[in-house]
């Protein structure tokens, strides 16, 4: 069974036409386009911020046939790095582990160690108060639960859900980065 190709097929067949959610004081809506010509594209969603912001997201299957190169990311296009990934053979994907929690490590990279430190600190405090933030012991996020053998989410979850949260930490990641023109009207977080 390839349960990379049927978790694609999900995400593909079931991404909603339009999302929107609310980040602090900002809302976001963002609805489903026609997919780009970029290699690997699996969905593109074109969006707005209540502040005219105006934000292009692709959800990318970049891999290598007969590598464990394999992965899923969130990229603006145009842009040459991704805005965040999670990697399918890391998280059981391809093994066909049962039950998967979708994470990664909070990851910025840049030169300048000391704003990276500062950044993450930010992209930390912005994904727990979202609720996105999987471990403050090992700064992962989380985009949900889901069974690879009965191709379902867990724990109330969905498609929807998890592109939603997924475009959610996309606009986290890039305001964190600083380089996406993406403003947020930030309140204290805890």
Known sequence: MDYVYNFIEKIRNESPKEVDFLIQNTKFIFKKTVVSNTENALVCYEGASSENQKIIFELRNPHIKGTKFNRIDLNIPGRS???????LENLG???GE???DITQIIKLSGRNKEANKIKKELAINLLSS????????DNRWYLGTYNNQQQEWLYGRDTERFISDFLRLGVIMAYVRGDDGIKLQLTKTR
């Open 98 to 100: 049962p039950i998967i």
């Open 81 to 87: 790095g991704q805005i965040t990934c999670f990697h």
């Open 93 to 95: 994907f391809v093994r």
């Open 130 to 137: 979202e609720g996105l933030l999987y471990s403050q012991k």
